[in-house]
Antibody
Framework: EIQLQESGPGLVKPSQSLSLTCSVT?????????WSWIRKFPGNKMEWMGY???????NYNPSLKSRISITRDTSKNQFFLQLNSVTTEDTATYYC??????WGQGVMVTVSS | DIVLTQAPLSVSVTPGESASISCRSS???????????LYWYLQRPGKSPQLLIY???NLASGVPDRFSSSGSETDFTLKISKVETEDVGVYYC?????????FGSGTKLEIK
């Protein structure tokens, strides 16, 4: 069974970069599908951030396009999120997913000085 | 972006009774392939979202048949029959018709 696990710092300072890793087991990320990052803000708002496809192409939410980068390390079966110039508005729980059916457990990231 | 509007914001249900949640799209979710790209998720407290329904009316693997969904191109309804305590959480609709994918604002289901 496929499993996804996010990891990364839980606290980031404003103006710095947020970097998260998604480790995938049970499926090889180059075999198929898109590999997404999704975040849930305090309250209930959910936002799809973007994905990297099995072939390595990317697609980002235009609301984030200038700040986001999704990359991968196929040798480790991992993909990554980098979000630059963060503000307190980026405080959220971040999920990696083989959208829509398989999700990681999520990692809470707080942006605060 | 496609806007998905959910109602109600919250619903309180007695175990054994039914609950319905509405999702309205600002644009038709019917694709050129004839697939309606509407999905339903449940996020239980402290858990990650779980896919309940895909392509408007198909039950995801392992989801009990107490859950059902129907609709048109822009108006959709999730129905939960014989609500159980494990159904507590926030329900979201979402689409995958075009980029960016978007979600509704969520409906919180509580047990009376």
């Amino acid at each position: 069974e496929i499993q996804l696990q996010e990891s990364g710092p839980g606290l980031v300072k404003p103006s710095q970069s947020l970097s998260l890793t998604c480790s995938v087991t049970g499926y090889t990320i180059t075999s198929g599908y898109d590999w997404s990052w999704i975040r849930k803000f305090p309250g209930n708002k959910m936002e799809w951030m973007g994905y990297i496809s099995y072939s390595g192409s990317t697609n980002y939410n235009p609301s984030l396009k200038s700040r986001i980068s999704i990359t991968r390390d196929t040798s480790k079966n991992q993909f990554f999120l980098q979000l630059n110039s963060v503000t307190t508005e980026d405080t959220a729980t971040y999920y990696c997913a083989r959208f829509p059916a398989w999700w990681g457990q999520g990692v809470m990231v707080t942006v605060s000085s | 972006d496609i806007v998905l509007t959910q109602a109600p914001l919250s619903v309180s249900v007695t175990p054994g009774e039914s609950a319905s949640i509405s999702c309205r799209s600002s644009k038709s979710l019917l694709s050129s392939k004839g697939i309606t790209s509407l999905y339903w998720y449940l996020q239980r407290p402290g858990k990650s979202p779980q896919l309940l329904i895909y392509q408007m009316s198909n039950l995801a693997s392992g989801v009990p048949d107490r859950f059902s969904s129907s609709g048109s191109e822009t108006d959709f309804t999730l129905k939960i029959s014989k609500v159980e305590t494990e159904d507590v959480g926030v329900y979201y609709c979402g689409h995958r018709l075009e980029y960016p994918f978007t979600f509704g604002s969520g409906t919180k289901l509580e047990i009376k």
